[in-house]
């Protein structure tokens, strides 16, 4: 699949391109969107056109996502994005791309480990210096 493919998608079928859509067959179509958004409930989507361009990806009901499911209804639409260049191709390059921050936890157990590891090595040379001498 790559952009501009005309795709059509039933009950059941996994999205597999980001996909604008231009024909419902049926009388809605219903999309499980959990996977990108988080909604408990499926979207009902359309085919009218979004008038503002920096729509959040909640609001772009004309747009079936990749990864997300067919719920309900049947439906044809253009590939618009495939791989990393979908909403959730994005959302995975930017996760990649972040700093991993460690927690107070995470350093106070690093500097304990530091301090542990000291403790046990001047253990290990006294107990040494004591079986030599």
Not at 20 to 38: A, M, P, Y
Not at 97 to 107: A, D, G
Request: aromatic share 4%; with cysteine; proline share 4%.
């Amino acid at each position: 699949i790559v952009p501009g493919d005309v795709v059509e998608v039933s009950v059941g079928d996994k999205i597999p391109a980001d996909i604008r859509l231009i024909k419902i067959f049926s009388t809605t179509i219903r999309i499980d969107q959990s996977i990108l958004t988080g909604e408990s409930v499926s979207v009902i989507k359309h085919t009218d056109a979004i008038p503002d361009p920096r729509a959040v990806n909640q609001d772009k009901k004309n747009i079936l996502f990749s990864g997300t499911n067919v719920a309900a209804g049947k439906a044809r639409g253009i590939v618009i994005g495939t791989g990393l260049n979908t909403a959730i191709g994005k959302i995975r390059t930017e996760m990649s791309e972040t700093e991993e921050i460690k927690t107070p936890l995470q350093q106070k157990l690093d500097e304990f480990g530091e301090q542990l590891s000291k403790v046990i090595s001047v253990i290990c040379v006294a107990v040494w210096a004591i079986n030599i001498g």
